[in-house]
């Protein structure tokens, strides 16, 4: 009888390096940039750093409201929350390592910054690329983190399709 290893504490482990490299990125941030809109500090070819105040989420939904923040953060508790029940059940690292970025993520964007700043602190700035949003290392986590359930799904049905034509 195979045992099954449960990787939890890999993905939390994965979460709690997300949220400290998400802060200690906006901290060092700030110092360099300081707290106002639209400073901008050039780094490496189209690499910029350049402080934007993210008040909304995704295109400027819930932008603006006081209220929309709030909900915002309730929203992001409850997937949190989620994530970290699903991660206790996982049992492959690529699925661990995503869910654990999420949580991280979210964490980081969407309970930390909103709670301390109001807003989130988004400073990537790529534009010269043609990549028009500024984001953070948290929205690079739950990018990667998705991308990683992705491609753990496709190879999860592959293996089922061919086990079935066998």
Excluded: C
Aim: charged share 15%.
């Amino acid at each position: 009888m195979k045992s099954i290893t449960r990787l939890g504490w890999t993905a939390y482990a994965v979460a709690a390096a997300t949220v400290v490299l998400d802060q200690i990125s906006k901290l060092w941030v700030l110092s360099v940039l300081s707290r106002e809109q639209g400073s901008t500090l050039p780094l490496l070819g189209p690499l910029h750093l350049t402080m934007v105040h993210n008040y909304g989420m995704s295109f400027g939904l819930l932008r603006g409201n006081d209220w929309g923040r709030w909900l915002l953060i309730g929203f992001s508790i409850v997937v949190v929350i989620g994530l970290a029940i699903w991660a206790r059940k996982a049992v492959k690292l690529l699925p661990a390592l995503g869910i654990g970025m999420i949580i991280g993520g979210a964490i980081g964007n969407n309970l930390i910054d909103r709670v301390q700043y109001g807003y989130v602190v988004d400073f990537i700035d790529v534009s010269r690329l043609y990549f028009p949003w500024v984001f953070n290392v948290a929205d690079s986590a739950i990018s990667i983190g998705v991308a990683l359930l992705l491609i753990d799904s496709f190879w999860s049905e592959e293996k089922k399709l061919s086990h079935q034509t066998e």
